[in-house]
């Protein structure tokens, strides 16, 4: 009679994480998942991926081991998918027409590991691509209360075809959290 003692990992097991790439070195480069533990990619599925600094993906990961050298978990990248990651941008008179101020719909939104992340559904551009944009926004008078007033604006650019789906977008927050270490 055999049996299975499940102490160990499954190449058959896969978890899907939000993470934030940052490069080592060339093409070397670790996730940092939004709890802030660390994942390794021993082995790849996705040798071509260019890897860039604080880009937030969407990782499909096989966990191999725990503890790799200085990082929580060695893991096998099954696959990768790059999330629109932008920085908070000033709204002034000069640009307010351009980051705009369409309505859109929210699906979910949460703050997970220094990055505001937005899933909201889009009405698909015809020929011009849209525009997300997370603002400070300059033209109204600073409360002064306390909190740190931000707004998501989204500019359809008047070009819409009727057809929905989901999207994603992180905006980076670090200047605007407290350092906790």
Same mark, same amino acid.
């Given at each position: 009679?055999?049996?299975?003692?499940?102490?160990?990992?499954?190449?058959?097991?896969?978890?899907?994480?939000?993470?934030?790439?940052?490069?080592? %070195?060339?093409?070397?480069? *670790?996730?940092?998942?939004?709890?802030? @533990?660390?994942? =390794?990619?021993?082995?790849?599925?996705?040798? =071509?991926? @260019?890897?860039?600094?604080?880009?937030?993906?969407?990782?499909?990961?096989?966990?191999?081991?725990?503890?790799?050298?200085? *990082?929580?978990?060695? /893991?096998?990248? &099954?696959?990768?998918?790059? +999330?629109?990651? !932008?920085?908070?941008?000033?709204?002034?008179?000069?640009?307010?027409?351009? +980051?705009?101020?369409?309505? /859109?719909?929210?699906?979910?939104? =949460?703050?997970?590991?220094?990055? #505001?992340?937005?899933?909201?559904? +889009? &009405?698909?551009? !015809?020929?011009? !691509?849209?525009?997300? %944009?997370? /603002? !400070? &926004?300059?033209?109204?008078?600073?409360?002064?209360?306390?909190?740190?007033? #931000?707004? *998501?604006?989204? &500019?359809?650019?008047?070009?819409?075809?009727? /057809?929905?789906? *989901? %999207?994603?977008?992180?905006?980076? #927050?670090?200047?605007?959290?407290?350092?906790?270490?």
């Amino acid at each position: 009679i055999q049996s299975c003692d499940d102490d160990g990992y499954s190449l058959g097991n896969f978890e899907i994480r939000m993470a934030t790439v940052r490069v080592v %070195s060339g093409s070397a480069y *670790y996730l940092e998942i939004d709890n802030g @533990k660390t994942l =390794w990619p021993a082995a790849t599925e996705i040798g =071509w991926y @260019k890897p860039v600094d604080g880009q937030r993906v969407i990782a499909n990961v096989t966990l191999l081991s725990d503890q790799y050298d200085k *990082y929580d978990h060695a /893991v096998r990248v &099954n696959f990768l998918t790059n +999330i629109l990651t !932008k920085n908070v941008e000033e709204l002034t008179e000069e640009n307010q027409e351009e +980051i705009g101020d369409d309505p /859109v719909d929210i699906s979910d939104i =949460w703050i997970g590991g220094h990055y #505001l992340n937005i899933e909201f559904v +889009i &009405n698909l551009p !015809k020929y011009q !691509k849209h525009r997300v %944009s997370l /603002v !400070k &926004n300059s033209l109204v008078e600073d409360p002064e209360d306390g909190y740190i007033h #931000l707004e *998501y604006r989204y &500019n359809d650019q008047d070009d819409v075809s009727g /057809v929905f789906r *989901y %999207s994603m977008v992180s905006f980076n #927050l670090s200047e605007y959290l407290e350092d906790t270490t």
